[in-house]
């Protein structure tokens, strides 16, 4: 699986998650709970994964809704 994005906007992981979707691409989410157990107060950012094969297209589309991705 390949990190796609990091954050603890979850407004914006919950559209992103969404948007993947309605195109056929399945995300995971993880580090939710880590981030409820210390407070929301933001040292551990939430991480969007999807698998390797669906990378170069999510990437496309998260491009064409001006949304930056992580790039390590």
Do not use: C, K
Not at 33 to 45: D, L, M, R, T, Y
Not at 62 to 69: C, F
């Amino acid at each position: 699986m390949i990190e796609l994005l990091r954050s603890n906007d979850v407004v914006l992981l919950s559209w992103v998650e969404v948007y993947l979707r309605d195109a056929g691409i399945e995300s995971v989410l993880l580090d939710q709970h880590i981030s409820v157990v210390e407070g929301s107060i933001g040292a551990f950012s939430r991480r969007l994964m999807v698998l390797d094969e669906d990378e170069t297209r999510a990437r496309g589309l998260l491009a064409e809704a001006d949304i930056e991705t992580y790039e390590p």
